[in-house]
Structure formats: C-alpha cells, structure tokens
C-alpha cells in the first residue's frame, strides 16, 4: 500500500465503514430486557433481617440517649460562658508560666551550647507562639 499520511486516514476510516455490521434498531431494548431478566427473577425475595437485630438498635440508641442526657446532668453548661472562657484564659496563662520556668530553671544549670538546652528553648518559643495564638483568637477576653 503506497499511500502518503494525508491518504492513509482516510482510507482507514473507509474501510472501518465497509466492515461495521449494522445493528437493529430494537438492539438498545434487547439488552435491557437481558440485563433485567438476568438481574433479579421475578420470583425473588430479598432476606430479612431477624427481628433481634432490630431491636438491638433500637436499644443501642436509647442508650445512646440515656448516656447523653447523665453527661449533660452531670456536667451541666455554665451559667456565664465568658466568665469560664476568662477562667480557661488564666489556666492557659498558668501553663505557659510554669513551662518558661521550668525551663528557665533547665537553662541556668546547663550551658548556652548545649542542644538540649537550644530545642527546648525552640520548643517553649513554639509552645508560647501556639497558646498565644489560641487564646487571641478563641478566648474573646485574651483580646483587651
């Protein structure tokens, strides 16, 4: 076949034409009706579950309740949500004094160069950044 690029698609997509078979019009139905018939019989009766499993759930979700309700009781919702939001702001700040002492404590007795000394140093710089940034931004008293 001596044919060139711009001759050879052509040729190609007439001779893909010359050996489609043709297809019945009703063919799209056919497999439809195929694959329905092979799907599910007519007779087909999908299984039930046990009674047991039903009740089970339910139980499991009254439970679910019940529990919900004896945490809520026994940790009921503050009355002033700022004044325990002021009083979580001051923990915070207790944590964050206490580890800068601890360290500073660490640091006096160890010397500059040590590695030690210098990750732990980084750690309470990236410690005291962290719970600076959550008391800024979600404890509406650590703003003023």
Known sequence: MNT?????EPA?????AAFRPDTPPDLPRKIRSALAASVAPADYD???LPGWVWWSGAGGAIAAV?????AFRTHPV???PH????ALAQEIQGMRLTVQASLRSHSAASPQGDPLHQEATALADSAHSA??????NFLPSARG
């Open 83 to 86: 004044a325990d939001a002021a």
């Open 78 to 80: 503050p009355a002033d």
């Open 66 to 70: 019940l529990v919900g309700l004896l």
């Open 12 to 16: 190609l997509r007439r001779q893909a």
């Open 46 to 48: 999908p299984p039930r």
């Open 131 to 136: 719970l600076g940034f959550l008391a800024y």
């Open 4 to 8: 060139n690029d711009s001759e050879l």
